[in-house]
């Protein structure tokens, strides 16, 4: 089990410039979650997938598109990058909404210039 | 909006020692996460709680539902245990997107040796 895979792990790119965030995992997990981590703050939820074909917003989803292309990948796109996105992202998913673990993966360092 | 707090921000101590961290919130929840995030960032689930105690190992992790507190304890430290250790609240009303999980900004604890 390679649990929850992210990539890419580092990306820098300049203000303006599109790219996509990719999560996948192996645990069977019906839900699906993008956090971003900045300094001197706790994680903040930008989407989440509760089950295979939905997704809702969370508390920061401004400036993001999210995909649940099938039960195993969870996909985050910034379409035009700015300065505010730099900050730390992770993907997390557990089996159910309030169930008990969640597993989180190794996070993307996003740098934008 | 649930607010969650911890205590200290900062922790410094000697290997062996017996450590404390505080996490408080201001609304009713359903259950209480703590999580490790290691030097390198991964973050891994340790604890969810709804009342009373947990134990694993050297961690044990208490809830007082009626105060709104919960504390992570670490006994015989080791410079192992360094690390970020971040409390998650799970409200009983979820209002703002997924689960409403809220979480602390991190207690980052070193142990020297």
């Known amino acids: 089990n390679a649990g929850v895979t992210q990539t890419p792990k580092f990306q820098v790119l300049k203000t303006g410039q599109s790219m996509t965030l990719q999560c996948a995992q192996d645990?069977?997990?019906?839900?699906m979650y993008w956090y971003r981590q900045d300094p001197g703050m706790g994680l903040r939820l930008i989407y989440y997938?509760?089950?295979?074909?939905?997704?809702d917003k969370g508390e920061v989803p401004n400036g993001y598109n999210v995909s649940r292309l099938n039960k195993r990948e969870f996909s985050l796109r910034l379409e035009s990058a700015a300065p505010s996105q730099t900050s730390v992202y992770f993907c997390?998913?557990?089996?159910?909404?309030?169930?008990?673990?969640?597993?989180f993966g190794p996070g993307t360092r996003l740098t934008v210039l | 909006k649930n607010e969650v707090e911890q205590s200290p921000q900062n922790l410094t101590a000697q290997e062996g020692e017996f450590i404390t961290i505080n996490c408080s919130y201001s609304?009713?929840?359903?259950?209480l996460h703590w999580l490790q995030q290691h030097p390198g960032g991964g973050i891994v689930s340790l604890f969810m709680?709804?009342?009373g105690k947990k134990k694993h190992g050297r961690l044990i992790a208490t809830i007082n539902i009626q105060e709104k507190h919960s504390s992570l304890h670490i006994t015989a430290s080791h410079p192992r245990d360094s690390a970020v250790y971040i409390c998650a609240a799970l409200s009983q009303y979820s209002g703002g997107g997924a689960d409403g999980l809220t979480f602390g900004k991190g207690t980052h604890l070193i142990i020297q040796p």
């Open positions: 997938s509760a089950s295979e074909g939905t997704t």
């Open positions: 709680l709804s009342s």
């Open positions: 997390a998913s557990r089996l159910d909404l309030g169930t008990d673990t969640q597993y």
């Open positions: 645990m069977n997990h019906n839900s």
């Open positions: 609304v009713g929840i359903s259950a």
